[in-house]
């Protein structure tokens, strides 16, 4: 039995659709009292409805995570509705598709500043409410693509997924003198609107290649969040955790025959 979390402040960037939606729930779920960070209002405002419908706290802010003063004011909205910030759940992020043969500068821009600027940016600002908190969390949500495996059109993602860990390593360090842990979420497929768009057959074929023979759920990826924000889980600093349904296992397709 884990130590609740309930009434702890939690900032889940790109909580408006897909994974951060997921954790989204589940800490509100668990009695957290949620904030979540989209760009979009009308996706963020329905969410932020549609989250808090069983009676949970749960409101929006638009930002773009990109931009630092947007960061800024991600913190002091928590301030200003939640008292602070206990948990930062820096989940947002996009995954154009580019080959590298045809990659522009704007696809690289676009995806290193949103996926890696863009948890940097977020976690520096949130730093004075997390140090405030005296037990501060920061998870991220990377990816398996990128820190373990790599896939056609998304070198540019992967890089940005492997360097929020290289981001992950040094800041534990630093953020431990101020009590924060700071640990990342490695998803493999998640059935996610975002993914949708990727088409039937990729999914498909994605649920071919994992051991357990489904892609994974939003809450799935929100349990493992909630585990590193749990009083049990504070030694815990600078780690990972696959959540992939065993999908980077398989040595090779005949491992999976049978
Ligand atoms: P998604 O369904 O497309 O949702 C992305 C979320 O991030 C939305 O809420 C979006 O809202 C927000 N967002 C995007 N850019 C933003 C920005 N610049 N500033 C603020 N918010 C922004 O994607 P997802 O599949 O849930 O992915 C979420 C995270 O999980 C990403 O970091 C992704 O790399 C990672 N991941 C996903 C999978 C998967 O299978 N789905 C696998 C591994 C890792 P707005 O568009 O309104 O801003």
Redesign the pocket.
Known sequence: MFTSIAGRAVVV??????????IARVFAGAGGRVL?????AD??TS?AADLSAGGAEVSHVL????RRE?CHRIAATAAERLGGIDVLCA?????PAAPLAEMTDQDIDEVL???LK?TILTVQACLPALAASGRGRVIL?????GPITGFPGWAH?GA??AGQLGFLKTAAIELAASGITINAV??????????DELGEGYNAQMAASIPLRR??T?EE?GYAALFFATDEARYITGQTIVVDGGQVLPESLAALEG
């Open positions: 960037t790109g909580g408006s659709r897909g994974i951060g939606k997921g979540i960070v989209g760009r979009d996706v963020a969410a930002a773009d995570v990109s947007d989940n947002a992020g996009i995954f500043g949103t996926n863009g949500t990377s990816s398996i693509t993602y940005s997924k490695l998803p493999g497929n998640i059935v996610t609107e975002g993914l892609l994974g939003v990826i």
